[in-house]
């Protein structure tokens, strides 16, 4: 992953069918957990490991790589499960998720977890903090971005847009920040709980450099990272990724209140065939 | 009191003080200018890494001179107070020791989270500096930093500290600078008074100093509380009353073993001063200590009222909730 070795679609496609598996291996643990939006999250951050970012997973601390900030905590599901696709965790691990003393707990925390670069779950933390390491690396005259994964519930964090308003104000156009827009949030639908939209425009507005796409869709998250990453212009990126909830195992994107999903034992192996079948189509 | 209308107030003279000081200079003192920021100053001469920040409260927190001397080091957020508090966090996780300014009822009570998540959880290198510490603003409750230490008490993995006068403050500054860890630290801003340095004092992160002796009252005390301590001894000495005054800037983490010695030596009175409510601040602090000590001794708390304090004037108020020169002395006088 030094330097980004440009991976083929197929090849981004077999990294996020094993990130999908790796968070079903640790939802299955637990009995429970954020599963529909790890699933849901799996390509986005498949490209932003595997093709975008550059970073080497047995060197988590190395000066030159880029940051990945894990704004929303619970997200941590998904972001073990890429972090041990790419080397930094091994695989024997998964299996501890959310139990006492394991390096992965529910919700990411710095300390606890190679790779992890923030403590989330306080949501709205992401962006600010982004902006503070956006500085700071431009003072170094680093040239490495600060990504940032943020939910579509956060947008209505007030201290999101007090980033916003300083991440143009300081023209920090090494931040490439991400929305995993999944119309989901803890207690109901984003769209009905508190609107958010029009974001494209609100960001535009804010001075963002903005791009919306299919956040299932390897090509388009592909390229979209490209254009974030080479944009010319002085400002801020982000890319908002409209994604599916529990993508990629059907009967959990077909689910209502995906929030956080309780199975049985049966129905997580009813998982791996739904994934391993999706997949083969 | 705030939960009944004010009566309209025409008749009574009107003592004219500026409603916005941040220091509380008694007659007789001398001062020094902006201590907080010309020690800044000095010590990012030191240190590269230090880099300034304020949330539109450069000017009224004395980091505007180190804004001036370092241009480039200096980040204004604006009015965002939460964005500051994690920014500083992010800049500290690249390397850098912010200073981050604004006023100590922004920092505790708007940012908590902000700092206690971004900075205090994750152990960021990130110092917070509060102006308007305690009562010195006229401005009223938005603006009277009156339960800050409480609130930063409560934070764990945090360093708290209340400067008495300018000597404190910018000696504090390269400790602050050198410690490796949050800190969140009040600071008194404009002309401050110098009284320490008639008490070969120094300050030391997470000491207690006896800045004088007395075998009748040990007065333990933070903040600018202690030059009225002092103050108050001298006064008290008229009457032959003597008095010993322990400073504790560092009000986390506790130098409890010096203030278990000396309010174990018996027959004194152990009086807690502090520019602070009466609940959560310093009081509580030691009366804990001395209670897990099984140190019995005579106990008063001077300190704030448990209530939102009334706008005006500074002397007025100061006298009003118990923490002027006189009021402590009267205080004390009626104790004994």
Same mark, same amino acid.
């Given at each position: 992953?030094?330097?980004?070795?440009?991976?083929?679609?197929?090849?981004?496609?077999?990294?996020? #069918?094993?990130?999908?598996?790796?968070?079903?291996?640790?939802?299955?643990?637990?009995?429970?957990?954020?599963?529909?939006?790890?699933?849901?999250?799996?390509?986005?951050?498949? /490209?932003?490991?595997?093709?975008?970012?550059?970073?080497? @997973?047995?060197?988590?601390?190395?000066?030159?790589?880029?940051?990945?900030?894990?704004?929303?905590? +619970?997200?941590?599901?998904? +972001?073990?499960?890429?972090?041990?696709?790419?080397?930094?965790?091994?695989?024997?691990?998964?299996?501890?998720?959310?139990?006492?003393?394991?390096?992965?707990?529910?919700?990411?925390?710095?300390?606890?977890?190679?790779?992890?670069?923030?403590?989330?779950?306080?949501?709205?933390?992401?962006? @600010?903090?982004? /902006?503070?390491?956006?500085?700071?690396?431009?003072?170094?005259?680093?040239?490495?971005?600060? #990504?940032?994964?943020?939910?579509?519930?956060?947008?209505?964090?007030?201290?999101?847009?007090?980033?916003?308003?300083?991440?143009?104000?300081?023209?920090?156009?090494?931040?490439?920040?991400?929305?995993?827009?999944?119309?989901?949030?803890?207690?109901?639908?984003?769209?009905?709980?508190?609107?958010?939209?029009?974001?494209?425009?609100?960001?535009?507005?804010?001075?963002?450099?903005?791009?919306?796409?299919?956040?299932?869709?390897?090509?388009?998250?592909?390229?979209?990272?490209?254009?974030?990453?080479? +944009?010319?212009?002085?400002?801020?990126?982000?890319?908002?990724?409209?994604?599916?909830?529990?993508?990629?195992?059907?009967?959990?994107?077909?689910?209502?209140?995906?929030?956080?999903?309780?199975?049985?034992?049966?129905?997580?192996?009813?998982?791996?065939?739904?994934?391993?079948?999706?997949?083969?189509? | 009191?705030?939960?009944?209308?004010?009566?309209?107030?025409?008749?009574?003279?009107?003592?004219?003080?500026?409603?916005?000081?941040?220091?509380?200079?008694?007659?007789?003192? *001398?001062?020094?200018?902006?201590?907080?920021?010309?020690?800044?100053?000095?010590?990012?001469?030191?240190?590269?890494?230090?880099?300034?920040?304020?949330?539109?409260?450069?000017?009224?927190?004395?980091?505007?001179?180190?804004?001036?001397?370092?241009?480039?080091?200096?980040?204004?957020?604006?009015?965002?107070?939460?964005?500051?508090?994690?920014?500083?966090?992010?800049?500290?996780?690249?390397?850098?020791?912010?200073?981050? &300014?604004?006023?100590?009822?922004?920092?505790?009570?708007? !940012?908590?989270?902000?700092?206690?998540?971004?900075?205090?959880?994750?152990?960021?290198?990130?110092?917070?500096?509060?102006?308007?510490?305690?009562?010195?603003?006229?401005?009223?409750?938005?603006?009277?930093?009156?339960? =800050?230490?409480?609130?930063?008490?409560?934070?764990?993995?945090?360093?708290?500290? =209340?400067?008495?006068?300018?000597? =404190?403050?910018?000696?504090?500054?390269?400790?602050?600078?050198?410690?490796?860890?949050?800190?969140?630290? *009040?600071?008194?801003?404009?002309?401050?008074?110098?009284?320490?340095?008639?008490?070969?004092?120094?300050?030391?992160?997470?000491?207690?100093?006896?800045?004088?002796?007395? $075998?009748?009252?040990?007065?333990?005390?933070?903040?600018?509380?202690?030059? *009225?301590?002092?103050?108050?001894?001298?006064?008290?000495?008229?009457?032959?009353?003597?008095?010993?005054?322990?400073?504790?800037? &560092?009000?986390?983490?506790?130098?409890?073993?010096?203030?278990?010695?000396?309010?174990?030596?018996?027959? $004194?009175?152990?009086?807690?001063?502090?520019?602070?409510?009466?609940?959560?601040?310093?009081?509580?602090?030691?009366?804990? !200590?001395?209670?897990?000590?099984?140190?019995?001794?005579?106990?008063?708390?001077?300190?704030?009222?448990?209530?939102?304090?009334?706008?005006?004037?500074?002397?007025?108020?100061?006298?009003?909730?118990?923490?002027?020169?006189?009021?402590?002395? =009267?205080?004390?006088? !009626?104790?004994?």
């Amino acid at each position: 992953m030094d330097h980004s070795p440009l991976l083929h679609n197929s090849e981004l496609a077999e990294r996020a #069918y094993r990130v999908r598996r790796n968070a079903i291996v640790m939802a299955e643990v637990q009995g429970q957990g954020y599963i529909a939006q790890a699933l849901g999250v799996a390509d986005v951050l498949s /490209v932003a490991y595997f093709h975008a970012m550059n970073v080497r @997973p047995d060197q988590p601390d190395w000066e030159d790589r880029d940051r990945f900030l894990l704004s929303v905590g +619970h997200y941590g599901i998904a +972001h073990y499960a890429v972090l041990t696709e790419a080397g930094y965790l091994p695989e024997a691990e998964l299996v501890t998720y959310g139990c006492d003393d394991s390096r992965l707990p529910m919700s990411g925390m710095t300390s606890y977890t190679p790779g992890a670069e923030m403590s989330g779950g306080s949501i709205g933390l992401g962006l @600010p903090m982004a /902006v503070g390491m956006g500085l700071g690396l431009k003072r170094k005259k680093s040239k490495s971005f600060v #990504y940032i994964l943020m939910g579509d519930g956060e947008m209505a964090e007030g201290p999101t847009w007090e980033a916003a308003i300083s991440a143009a104000h300081y023209q920090l156009d090494n931040i490439i920040a991400l929305v995993d827009f999944n119309k989901v949030q803890a207690d109901g639908p984003s769209t009905s709980i508190m609107s958010t939209e029009p974001l494209v425009q609100k960001f535009e507005a804010f001075g963002f450099f903005v791009q919306r796409v299919n956040g299932n869709d390897l090509a388009a998250l592909v390229a979209a990272f490209d254009a974030a990453r080479e +944009h010319p212009d002085p400002k801020p990126r982000i890319i908002i990724c409209d994604t599916k909830m529990g993508s990629g195992v059907d009967f959990l994107e077909a689910k209502e209140k995906n929030h956080f999903i309780r199975l049985e034992a049966e129905d997580w192996k009813r998982a791996y065939a739904a994934l391993d079948a999706r997949t083969v189509a | 009191m705030n939960t009944t209308t004010k009566q309209p107030s025409v008749d009574k003279a009107l003592p004219v003080t500026p409603a916005i000081i941040s220091s509380s200079v008694d007659e007789g003192h *001398r001062t020094k200018s902006a201590p907080f920021g010309h020690a800044l100053i000095e010590e990012a001469r030191r240190r590269p890494e230090i880099v300034g920040m304020s949330a539109d409260l450069a000017k009224y927190t004395d980091i505007h001179i180190f804004a001036q001397a370092y241009p480039d080091r200096f980040y204004q957020m604006g009015m965002s107070e939460q964005l500051m508090a994690t920014a500083a966090g992010g800049l500290a996780k690249e390397g850098f020791i912010p200073f981050a &300014t604004t006023y100590a009822t922004f920092a505790a009570r708007r !940012c908590y989270d902000f700092i206690s998540q971004a900075v205090a959880e994750q152990d960021a290198n990130v110092k917070f500096v509060g102006g308007l510490p305690g009562l010195t603003t006229g401005y009223g409750p938005s603006h009277q930093a009156t339960d =800050d230490l409480a609130i930063f008490r409560a934070m764990p993995n945090l360093t708290v500290l =209340d400067p008495c006068d300018a000597l =404190d403050v910018e000696q504090m500054v390269p400790a602050v600078a050198e410690h490796k860890g949050p800190v969140y630290m *009040r600071v008194l801003r404009g002309q401050v008074p110098l009284v320490l340095d008639e008490y070969n004092y120094r300050f030391e992160l997470g000491k207690a100093a006896l800045l004088r002796g007395g $075998r009748d009252v040990l007065i333990i005390s933070t903040g600018f509380m202690t030059m *009225r301590a002092l103050d108050a001894a001298k006064e008290l000495q008229k009457d032959s009353v003597d008095v010993a005054v322990l400073h504790v800037p &560092t009000v986390k983490p506790l130098d409890e073993v010096t203030i278990l010695r000396e309010a174990s030596r018996s027959g $004194r009175l152990v009086v807690v001063a502090e520019n602070h409510t009466v609940i959560g601040g310093l009081g509580e602090a030691v009366a804990g !200590c001395l209670m897990r000590g099984g140190v019995s001794c005579a106990f008063r708390q001077i300190g704030l009222p448990d209530q939102f304090l009334d706008a005006g004037t500074l002397p007025v108020l100061q006298d009003r909730y118990g923490i002027s020169r006189k009021a402590v002395v =009267d205080r004390i006088r !009626c104790w004994l």
